[in-house]
């Protein structure tokens, strides 16, 4: 009797630690689940010369809610936007002293999750 009770005790602790292991697996997969419509865009911003600009405006805008989301460059002419879905289009361009790059597109078909955008400005006129 004591050796029937003592196998019952046993499957009971594997039964326990299946689900316990299941549990952490469902956690697991949300979480990567969550991060799969999540990207980032980086790059620089230079003048007509090359040169990188500090101080530059970059605009990224949302096609689909009009959203507009801005970012000063560093010394280096880099700015970074992160937490984008990629679902979703967006417009990318950059201002500096009066004059302005060409406005870019980031693609929902572009499947990259970091992207990288360089925006040239153009001569003023």
């Not at 549990?23 to 990567?32: C, D, P, T, Y």
């Amino acid at each position: 009797m004591s050796q029937k009770l003592g196998y019952l005790a046993i499957r009971r602790l594997l039964a326990a630690a299946a689900c316990a292991l299941l549990l952490s697996a469902g956690a697991a997969w949300a979480k990567k689940d969550e991060n799969a419509n999540i990207r980032s865009v980086q790059g620089v911003v230079s003048s007509a010369q090359g040169e990188a600009l500090n101080g530059a405006v970059v605009q990224l805008k949302n096609t689909k809610t009009l959203q507009i989301r801005s970012f000063i460059t560093r010394d280096n002419g880099a700015y970074y936007f992160h937490g984008l879905n990629t679902d979703v289009d967006y417009e990318i361009r950059a201002d500096f002293d009066g004059a302005s790059s060409k406005a870019r597109t980031l693609s929902s078909f572009d499947t990259r999750k970091q992207p990288v955008v360089n925006l040239k400005l153009e001569q003023k006129k």
